[in-house]
């Protein structure tokens, strides 16, 4: 049965899934001149050329508090070892051939972090920024939280999409497929060097034909008018410091966000392209830290320590907080060395 549901949601995707890509604007953000690109055009093109590799059941995640797992659709691993590839052998890392490593799920060290959080609101709506094929939308879903899931790529929703079906949590994600930044912006697919063109080309240039506006996370909030608490996970490619800034400057935020889960490597050195690096100590931090939030790597540590040591990932947990037990024994167990070099 599942089989038979997988060969037709490639199908019906691009119809059901259509009332779901939608661009968002806030409004007071005058509407462009250009036309944007037709959803339906990219996303058929989408499924036609880029069928799931695969569909799998994950290994269970937070194997002794929480026991969650999901079904996800996943691109060929050899194409994607980051995320896929983990998947694609059913949770164990690859070390060197494909295939050969250890088990590991993928960012299991993170994700059981998460669980907990989601556990402390179980009514909060997920942002998912930087969704990617949706590893943490189906897991957020699976704890029974409402998700809103952001990424400019129709591949990744259209697999995305199917991995939503076959979980049946079509009633609990809605899929952006849009860019995210601080402001509305078109994306043409024409490179400009430290634009929000720059870091969508280099992923997504061969995705669009048109035009493309980018989102705000108020746009985000507005989806969801009614609720009051978002949880947000931000993996931007190096435009985190624009999607949150104008939110952390606000003296009262329009919506409570307690934790903020950040990939924070693309920051650290001067080599990484990112929008943020020039100003992410200097202006950034002192942001998040005026707003009441604290760093964790699950522990938490100090704003000296985070300018100090480049992390992969960090929880920012708002003062207000109900707290997690980033000091138990299973947690700590399963998470991994979390940094790579002493920031310069």
Known sequence: MKRQLLERCFYYSATIFLTLCLVYKRDNHQNSSTSEPRKEDMLLNAIKT?????????LPYSKEMFKVDFIICMKDPLKDPIISAFFHI?????????????????EEHIINVWLTLLKNYPQATVLDLGSNIGTYTLVSSKMGNQVISVDPSPQNHALLFNS???NDFTEDVTQVMNPISDGHYEYTGEVKHGSIEDSLDLYYANSYNGVLSSITLFDLFDLKPEEDTFIIKIDVEGFECKVLTEFLKMETKPKYVPYIQMEVTHHCGAGWKSQCFPTF?????????????????????????????????VLFVHKDAKPFPYNDPYLAKTFKFNSHYEVM
Request: net charge positive; hydrophobic share 30%.
């Open 90 to 106: 059913n949770g164990y890392v690859t070390t060197g051939k494909l295939g050969v490593g250890v088990r590991d799920r993928y």
């Open 164 to 166: 939503v079906v076959l």
């Open 50 to 58: 880029n069928r799931a590799f695969v569909c799998k059941q994950s």
């Open 281 to 313: 100590k200097t202006e950034f931090l002192p942001l998040l830290e005026k707003s009441g939030y604290t760093p964790h790597v699950p522990w938490p540590i100090t704003y000296e320590d985070l300018k100090a040591t480049c992390y992969f990932d």
